[in-house]
């Protein structure tokens, strides 16, 4: 299902994606060098029940998925990139986190996800990962404008990702959002421009550029839910959920500083 929102559902939408952004930088503020993986989904959990938002995750039960994820956020380490279920870890320096976490607020859900660094250490191919999800989000984003299609989009990631040096997976990428967490049009990570849905005001998408130093292929953790790099290299991911408007693209996730 592909959803065209109204002005209303679009003002809920601008609060679901302020809190999302709000609780991921107090995450990020919060998480150090000892932190555990289990505190993080404990304080996830404390700020949206505080907010009177619901868990897009908690009781989500996709085909891909061992049962209910039963977790508030998903944490992924170095080499964990998507659907990283917390679990007992203390975090060390140099880790690099992943991030990625959906709520909905007022019936409308909003979705984002952060890399950053643990600690101290700065490892330089971390770094550069990092940036190139982040060049890669503002390039997708850039591309949705009214009247531009899905492939533009797609395109524009795909080309900073590769020009980048990394491989690109199309099994999981961006997505449609509105009333529910995950709708159509799927948004792969790479495509050909003028190809896909017609974008219109109205159309909130979830865009997500993510990486992985060397391979292309994941594998599915023990826990049944984790997706972790092949090669067990480490990985990166950036993500936020936007509405299409008459002018272009509203970045929905944008955390307080940055809206104001
Ligand atoms: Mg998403």
Not at 40 to 48: C, G, H, N, V
Not at 82 to 93: E, S
């Amino acid at each position: 299902m592909i959803e065209i929102l109204n002005s209303a559902k679009l003002a809920r939408a601008g609060e679901a994606g302020a809190l999302v952004a709000d609780i991921l930088q107090t995450l990020r503020g919060r998480t150090g060098v000892g932190t555990n993986l289990l505190e993080i989904d404990r304080w996830a959990e404390e700020m949206i029940t505080e907010a009177g938002a619901q868990s897009c995750y908690v009781d989500y039960e996709p085909s891909f998925g061992r049962g209910p994820f039963g977790h508030y956020i998903c944490t992924g380490v170095n080499d964990a990139v998507l659907h990283g279920r917390p679990r007992d870890r203390t975090l060390a320096d140099g880790d690099l986190l992943t991030l990625d976490l959906a709520v909905s607020k007022g019936g409308v859900a909003a979705d984002s996800a952060i890399s950053f660094l643990v600690g101290e250490a700065r490892p330089p191919e971390s770094v550069e990962m990092i940036a190139a999800t982040e060049r890669a989000l503002a390039a997708g984003i850039a591309a949705a404008v009214p009247g531009a299609r899905t492939g533009d989009i797609s395109h524009a990631i795909g080309t900073v990702l590769r020009e980048a040096g990394y491989p690109v997976n199309t099994e999981f990428g961006g997505h449609g959002i509105g009333s529910t967490m995950h709708q159509d049009p799927h948004i792969a990570n790479t495509g050909r421009p003028g190809r896909g849905y017609k974008l219109r005001p109205g159309l909130m998408l979830a865009l997500e550029p993510w990486v992985m130093a060397d391979t292309a292929d994941l594998v599915t953790d023990a826990d049944g839910w984790t997706l972790r790099s092949a090669t067990g290299c480490r990985t990166a991911h950036s993500e936020h959920t936007i509405a299409i408007t008459g002018d272009g693209a509203r970045i929905l996730t944008l955390p307080g500083a940055a809206r104001s």
